[in-house]
């Protein structure tokens, strides 16, 4: 069974996240495909789809090769701070700040 989703079933909230997450310097491609079930291939082609062709370009050079949108080329010891105050993301469900 495959679990990818095609760009087509994606409402405008989703399509933002997306772009959203991909634009991130640390959020892997992995983690849109954990949360969205699109593969690296799909983001690039939602990004091509709904970006200006030279803003697409800017964002390809920038996340090409870069280790911390690959989880494969990402250092195995790489450790990161975590706020307390940022809001928990689970399968695309936020959690709400208490208080």
């Known amino acids: 069974m495959n679990d990818t989703k095609t760009i087509k079933q994606l409402d405008t909230k989703d399509t933002d996240r997306i772009m ?10 992995d983690a849109i495909q954990a949360q969205f079930g699109l593969t690296e291939k799909n983001v690039i082609d939602l990004m091509r789809r709904e970006m200006k062709l030279s803003s697409f370009k800017m964002w390809r050079a920038r996340v090409q090769g870069r280790h911390t949108k690959h989880t494969k080329l990402q250092e195995e010891t790489l450790t990161r701070f975590k706020s307390n105050l940022q809001r928990h993301i689970t399968l695309n469900k936020i959690s709400k700040r208490r208080g």
């Open 20 to 29: 959203e997450m991909a634009w991130e310097d640390r959020t892997p491609f």
